[in-house]
């Protein structure tokens, strides 16, 4: 098969188009062949590397991977050859207490495909058969590539984590980025306010159509200010937080007396600093999101199947072009999914 490769970590110039064997599925798999794979910062990371984090090489990135089943091992009896599916990109064991909770996130044995396993950059992909689910038809494959894992974190986030309902106000950081987008329509969906940031007059516009109802420039205003003279001066009662040290302290400011903080990354850097005062003194909870379990995958899988939500796909590469891809989600020029199309 063809696949696009890294074999050093690197700038997009590492990324090789190259032949490699077809992957070899066992019994608990099944082989998808691709027709779609969404791009997320963790392929950046990936490619670049990071401390402590060992990336078997040669690696395929991609995580959110849409496709045809090719083979299912005889036994399996929901998907067989020529289903149109969606991967779920979280794998767990299956089998311990978190797993069997639906915690698949809090699984020791947790990866994510196409970074803890070889992923969607290629015309072929081995999966757990578990991992398979049926494609909304409504949606083509560049769409079903485009929100498994921003919209799993998302709604692990909103409803699992802040449980967030109509009385709430939320503030949505970067919301032109995958998870801004797929947070403001879930807070939304579930009758919440919603503040969202945006670096210019374009995404602001993206992220009212999606339902934001006020949109502040992080980069031309005072995020804190903006959201206290939108609250009259209360504050908001969860903040969505995946930027890290540029924001962290404005965010925890912008939260009203026992707000709720969910933070899902850390884009800007991780050593951000907290003042323990607001903390117990305003009685604030901080919580850590990390992707989701299948169920709740399932259940954002039926509201696209519905059209309670909505696929933003911001740009469609083929394969090949995977390097001019990245480059487009490292400058930021995007707004909704870069999506490679296999
Ligand atoms: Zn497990």
Redo the contacts with the bound molecule.
Sequence with gaps: MKAVRFHEHGGPEVLRYEDVNDPEPNSDEALVRVKACGLNHLDLWARNGLPNVAIQMPHISGSDISGVVEWVPSEERMFSRGDEVIVNPGI?????????LGR?D?????KIIGYGTDGGYAELVRVRRTQLIRKPERMSFEEAASFPLVFETAYHMLVTKARVGPGDTVLVLAANSGVGIAAVQVAKLLGAGVIATTGDKETAEGARRLGADHTIDHYKQDILAEVKELTGGRGVDVVIEHVGKATWEGSLKALAKGGRLVTCGATTGADATTDLRYIYSRELTIYGSYMAGMGELLEVVKLFGNGKLKAVVDSVYPLQKAGEAQTRMEKSMHFGKIVLRV
């Design positions: 767990g064991c299956g089998r311990c207490e978190e797993c069997l698949d809090r699984c020791r044995e947790y």
